[in-house]
Every structure is written in C-alpha cells, then in structure tokens.
Nanobody, 126 residues
Framework: VQLQAYGGGLVQPGGSLRLSCVAS????????MGWFRQAPGKEREFVAA????????FYADSVRGRFTISRDNTKNTVNLQMNRLTAEDTAVYYC????????????????????WGQGTQVTVSS
C-alpha cells in the first residue's frame, strides 16, 4: 500500500494551496482518510479527516472554516483545499488512511491510521 501526497509549496499569507493524496495497493473507499501535519519542533497533529461516505468531515479548530477535505473514491484520492493560509500553517503535511471504520471519537487520533504518505512541505511566508 502506498499513499502519494503532492501539491505542497511556498505560498504567501492569505493564499491558497490544494493538496492531493493518491492511494494505491488497495482501495480505501470504505474507510476514513485524513491529513495531519508536523511543524518543526512540534508533534504531528490532526488537521482533517473524512469518512468513507464522504458526507462526514472533521477538522481541527485551527483550520475549520479555512480548509476543506474531500475525497474521490473512484480515484482512491483525498484532497485538502487550504485557503487563507497563515504562517502557523507551515508544516509538513501527511495524508493517512485507516483500514478500520473509525468511530467519531477515534478519527482524530493519528495512532488509528495505519497507512501514511511521505509528506509534502507547505511553507507560508512573504
């Protein structure tokens, strides 16, 4: 199983980026997928997740209203649209997938995700 994330880069404060993650090796259409991030010197933290139906999405308080997670099960892909970016969003962003149908209380916890992408750097700076 491989998760390939792409779309990171350098953007000015207030700008937008769209991250995508393509899964190969198995289908995750029936399982949750998510995004986490890790800033220098900090622990990896939850950003957003989406359940298998696509109708249930979850966000960290710090990104709610600015980020939108979506998925395309026909392409085994999860996306993260990031708007109104700030310097505090600078981090390496990781996509993740779980082989379990996580309940709501579990979906924000990184230990519940078995599959991880390699990370893509997002830098917000003027």
């Amino acid at each position: 199983v491989q998760l390939q994330a792409y779309g990171g880069g350098l953007v000015q404060p207030g700008g937008s980026l769209r991250l995508s993650c393509v899964a190969s090796g198995r289908t995750f259409s029936n399982y949750p997928m998510g995004w986490f991030r890790q800033a220098p010197g900090k622990e990896r933290e939850f950003v957003a997740a989406i359940r298998w139906t696509g109708g249930n999405t979850f966000y960290a308080d710090s990104v709610r209203g600015r980020f939108t997670i979506s998925r395309d099960n026909t392409k085994n892909t999860v996306n993260l649209q990031m708007n109104r970016l700030t310097a505090e969003d600078t981090a390496v962003y990781y996509c993740a997938a779980s082989g379990l149908r996580l309940i709501v209380s579990e979906i924000r916890k990184l230990n519940n995700y078995e599959y991880w992408g390699q990370g893509t750097q997002v830098t917000v700076s003027s």
